[in-house]
């Protein structure tokens, strides 16, 4: 493998089942490391990570990620970060900070581009200006509440401020920071490097300069890469553009190993609820601190374990935590965590009383200790070793870049100083697991040396207290005011001048020509999508994609959705979870999930729902049941598919009852995390019939509605009607025409057809079918919903059109010029929000503002509506029109996994977004112009029609106007 002269080539292994080649190389004078994965893959990923070890809980890892970013050496521009989403067809940019480690990473489909963006990127970690208002920005800083008042009183101010208050308003982030502070009592993963609210204030811009200094060189870098550029091409800008100006530093930064406990401890804390009833909202959780991460059977065996213990229903530890009564569901830090240098094993549950600490611990241990004593079933154990198989060969790509997943898959091990291509290449680990779990005593010898034996254990409870939001505001204020009350008339001024000197930064306007971009006339003319071929096998009606899934199968089977009343509409989401979580014809639900574990990768329902290309308000809808499983067992998928429709059991009444808890407790926990989708949902409710749908089984009417269910259903005859109506709805569904989707290599089609055929035929399907039919709706909202929560959420929707029409190019357009142009500056720069931004959704014919984790209402909204007339009413730059373009066009044609691809082109085309449709749309958005941008503004952006919908706390709301719904939720 050749090397650039500046780089030592160390050594190269291929990974037949990825088919890449993972090479090593290090910079000879700074010993920076290179792990390039080449592969056959034009979509190239780069990132740089640095081990980040913060000795307390300011955020100045965090805090720094974001200023390194505000502008370089060679870039000195304020905002080159975000500039470069704008003057990109990147298909991926961010940076992270995880507890020891930040990484800046991005990837590209086009060759100048992703030099493009090298060159910044490299620039921003070596070079960056850190400038102390870029840290007074990003960081925190004090203001007076009316910036040029000295009189009024000081306010926090920060993006990362606001981030971590919205963070850790999050009961589950509060839990996982709670317990690594015991678990790690005295390493870097004893503080929150994201930083806690309250300690953020206490870091300085000087601290920050040192960390920066410390940290962010060549011989704490670790430099990964992805894609079919040669390594040598990548080393030689790497030294060009950074580490020729670098020798060697001789600080070494690593984690030591954590001071092990001689017993275990058992701890008690609190965590803020603003709700009056506390009842039910305890969690407890065990945690063990077991191996290092670096070791690769040691972490192997780990994920075994974990999965045999914790994987599904028929596990032993899931089992007992989801049938125990103590509790309404497992916690969601069950599990391995195997990315800190030594690694944790945990489990516990929520939705539970702080008097059952000891009775959970109990039934944790006799759990333990049974499988110590008894063993598991070896076929359990084999099902988890097919699953870790399966994960290994899977190609995945349609969340994160198929190669950035790989480089984070193996970059603890680099930065642990470990082996990264052996915890890639994970096959010949897997090899030895595999003859180890021959042994019996493997599993339990396993859960006796390092659950039962190993008294480095904590337990954690973690109660609900309504008066900690109380008190932390009130401490917050009291030293913000003893803060004022020490400054002298200079200092005072000083804030303000600081205040003035932000915002003056803010606004200035940037010579972005110094930056690298892109054009137009580097984009692609054509929209790549996969082909699909319909197949005649018997009467089913099939579609099959031809793909390189390296030897897995997907098949999907498509139930049209019938007429359903709006009960049976918002029973859906418990209905599809039920039908592959319940048992099956002789099976029980722990039977079934065994066995799905043997033979799938995975197998699930949902329902999905959309107007038509020419009218929102023309709906239908389609049930999804999906699988995956290795090529040599696609046919017993196929079998297990056709046999759930026809064999579920609705009869497993306390399963059903399990199952509403859990999802009650997901949905509860999952607003603080997507807060603005949620809110964006209820602010488009009204403005079509699928979104009104959305809101009522997937938004915050679905969080009321499951917490109402989970009530009712201490009542046994209310349990048992619920698993009528599911039957009753269930008949209704599996009755309806359906159709088939299959992706697989090519070779697989003929055989997979025939028996896919032969296996559902036999299914009947009703020959009288009436389809989905729903309510027009074309109304606004002005809704407040009410939760425990630090910061806000804010969403605007208009009404505008669908993909059909000719404005909905421009509108797409819009949405990323706006959020360019204003949004970003004026609610995240300026008003401390940690995003912000604008889009046409052309499903439900509406136009959305949104922002996330906002400290600001009323001035967000503000903002929204001069968004609009800041687009009409002042004289725009081309290129910035150009930019907008590049960003829509860029999201186009994101490429995801073979298979995603495949089942995102077939669904597309089900609902009339057919690949030519979706080609001319592509087409249209080139062709959009400025004069068109305030022209469907101007037509669509009216305030009167608007549709507002926050997500918000008691506080916040009782200043507001009584024009809004106040909802709790």
Known sequence: ??????????????????????????????????????????????????????????????????????????????????????????????????SDWTAYPFASLNRKDFFNLLDVYLDAAFFSRLDPLDFAQEGHRVEFEERDNPESDLVYKGIVYNEMKGAMSSAVSTLWQTLSKHLFPETTYHHNSGGEPACIPDLSYEDLLAFYKSHYHPSNAIFMTFGDIPAAELQARFDEAALSRFERSDLVLSVPDEKRYFAPMKVEEAYALDEEELAGHTHHVLGWLLPHSINIDELMQAHLLSRVLLDNASSPLRSALESSGLGSA???????????????????????????????????????????????????????????????????????????????ASMPAAIHRGDPIAALNIDPALERLREAVQDPDFIPSLVRTWLLDNPHRVRLTLRPDNQISTLRDAAEAQRLAAMKAAMSDEEKQGVISQAQALEQRQQQVDDDSILPRVTLDDVPLALHLPNAETLTSGSLNSTWYSAGTNGLVYQQMISALPDLDESEQTLMPLYTYCLTELGCGDRDYRENQAY??????????????????????????????????????????????????EKVRFDELPRIREIVAQQRSRKERSITGRGHGLAMAAACAGFSPAARLNHLTKGLEAVRSTKQLDKQLDDPAALEALAQRLQALHQKVAAAPRQFLMV??????????????????????????????????????????????????????????????????????????????????????????????????????????????????????????????????????????????LGVVSSIDKPGSPAGDAKQTFHSSLFGRTPEQRQAFRSQILQVTLDDLKRVAATWLKQDLASVAIITNSKAAASLPDVYERIEI
């Open 1 to 98: 493998m050749q090397a650039y002269p500046s780089f030592t080539f160390l050594r190269s292994q291929k990974i037949h089942s990825l088919n890449v080649e993972m090479n090593e190389f290090e910079h000879k004078v700074t010993g920076a490391k290179h792990y390039h994965i080449a592969a056959d893959r034009d979509e190239n990923v780069f990132l740089v990570a640095f081990r980040t070890v913060p000795e307390d809980s300011s955020g100045v890892a965090h805090i720094l990620e974001h200023t390194a970013l505000c502008g370089s050496e060679r870039f000195p521009v304020r905002d080159p970060f975000f500039m470069m989403t704008r003057r990109s067809l990147n298909t991926f940019m961010n940076a992270f900070t995880s």
């Open 744 to 885: 697989a290599e090519e070779e697989y089609k003929t055989a997979y057809a025939e028996r896919l055929a032969s296996v559902w035929e036999a299914l009947p399907v009703s020959e009288e079918f009436e389809p989905l039919a729903l309510s027009l709706t074309r109304e606004p909202v002005q809704q407040l919903w009410l939760t425990s929560t630090q910061v806000n959420f804010c969403a605007l929707a208009f009404p505008t059109v669908t993909s059909a029409h000719p404005d909905a190019a421009a509108l797409t357009v819009l949405g990323d010029f706006l959020r360019n142009g204003y949004l970003h500056r004026a609610i995240r720069e300026q008003g401390g929000a940690y995003g912000a931004g604008a889009g046409q959704d052309s499903g439900d014919a509406v136009f959305r503002f949104f922002s996330y984790r906002d400290p600001r209402i009323e001035g967000t909204l503000k903002d929204f509506e001069q968004a609009a007339q800041w687009i009409q009413q002042t004289d725009h730059d081309p290129a910035k029109l150009e930019e907008a373009i």
């Open 596 to 645: 799905q574990s043997e033979i799938t990768g995975g197998l699930g329902a949902y329902f999905t729902v959309r107007g038509t290309v020419e009218s929102e308000q023309d709906v239908s809808g389609y049930m999804v049941m999906s699988g995956k499983a290795l090529a040599v067992n696609r046919d017993a998928l196929s079998e297990l598919m056709a046999e759930t429709l």
């Open 330 to 408: 497992p916690s969601p830090l069950c599990g391995l965590e195997d990315s800190n240098r030594e690694m944790s094993f945990m489990c516990g549950i929520e939705g539970s009383e702080t008097d059952k600490a000891d009775a959970f611990e109990q039934l944790v241990l006799e759990t333990l200790q049974q499988v110590a004593e008894k063993g598991v079933d070896q076929r359990m154990v084999e099902a988890q070793l097919h699953q870790l198989e399966l994960s290994q060969r899977e190609i995945t790509g349609d969340g994160y870049p198929f190669g950035l997943q790989l480089i984070l």
